[in-house]
């Protein structure tokens, strides 16, 4: 995802209707936000740099690289926040010198820079450089990625099944022959797909990353997953937890969706089967990939 697609206002949209997002969120600045020097990574429209201020922040610097940062200027001023709350229009990962605070000051850094597919937005990245500028002491949100693969029944897009019912129909209308495009109707597999939700099938951790902590995403890793009973999966589900705080995280779903990595074929176990899983991380690239390692 490029920086420049979240001035999209459907961007916003689409995240702050996701009200499990937001509570998380502002359960946060309601423990967090009292008497701290915060730092959001990327503030977008500015509402919780607002938030924290109204909160009890002593200081807000909200940091944001796509031009939004002007919406989240506006929400400042109008709120009588300017002087509390700063924002900068910078990449974070760019930034020497920030208004206000130096490195070493910022009691609470936090940032929603989450996918369905965790690593697409360089929350690791933008993690470590805010993790940069915190007192000791300070708390990073999120500071931990827990990620988990799920065998699920369905791995291929619900625009394939889409495409071929409408194929057949338009192809029924005028009693073609449709053979020549079961090829273009089969996308090459492994491919990948978001889901709104997910049904696992069966389902076991990953891996769980430190946010801040010089930590990287494994390029590639196995993962034991054991059918509970006989199954056939089609693909496998990325489902990750992003812990703010005690108690406190986001989860794949809502408005993040659950990607789903569609394998190449059915995967039919028996009950108590075992299949190993490979997983691949790079974020440079697709970002993570799932596939039977068998
Ligand atoms: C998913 S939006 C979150 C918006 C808002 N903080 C919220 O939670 O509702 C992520 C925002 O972070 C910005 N962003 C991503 N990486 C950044 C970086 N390294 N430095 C500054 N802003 C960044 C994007 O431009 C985008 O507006």
Avoid at 180 to 199: C, I, K, N, Q
Avoid at 225 to 247: H, I, Q, S, T, Y
Wanted: hydrophobic share 50%; with cysteine; proline share 6%.
């Amino acid at each position: 995802m490029e920086l420049e697609d979240f001035a999209d206002p459907w961007e916003q949209v689409r995240l702050l209707q996701d009200r499990a997002r937001n509570d998380a969120l502002l359960a946060l600045l309601e423990r967090r936000a009292a008497g701290a020097r915060v730092l959001e990574v990327g503030t977008a429209h500015g509402l919780f740099a607002c938030l924290a201020a109204k909160l009890g922040a002593e200081r807000v610097v909200a940091v944001e690289a796509s031009p939004l940062a002007a919406t989240a200027r506006a929400l400042v001023e109008a709120n009588g926040l300017a002087g509390r709350v700063e924002v900068v229009e910078a990449d974070l990962l760019e930034v020497d010198a920030l208004p206000g605070l130096a490195r070493g000051e910022v009691d609470l850094a936090f940032g929603e820079l989450l996918n369905a597919d965790p690593f697409v937005e360089g929350v690791v990245e933008a993690m470590e450089a805010a993790a940069g500028w915190l007192a000791p002491g300070g708390h990073l949100a999120p500071g931990r990625l827990r990620v988990s693969v799920a065998l699920v029944a369905d791995g291929s897009p619900a625009e394939v099944a889409g495409a071929r019912a409408e194929v057949a129909r338009l192809g029924a209308r005028g009693g073609l022959v449709l053979d020549p495009l079961e090829a273009l109707l089969t996308p090459r597999a492994p491919y990948r797909s978001l889901a709104p939700e997910v049904t696992p099938l069966a389902m076991a951790p990953a891996f769980t990353l430190r946010l801040g902590a010089g930590e990287a995403p494994p390029e590639e890793t196995r993962v034991r997953v054991e059918a509970p009973r006989a199954l056939e999966a089609g693909g496998a589900a990325v489902l990750f937890e992003a812990e703010l705080d005690a108690g406190l995280a986001w989860r794949s779903g809502g408005h993040f969706g659950v990607l789903v990595c569609g394998f190449a074929a059915p995967l039919r176990l028996a009950a108590g089967e075992a299949v190993e899983l490979r997983v691949r991380v790079d974020p440079a690239d697709d970002g993570i990939a799932v596939e039977p390692a068998r």
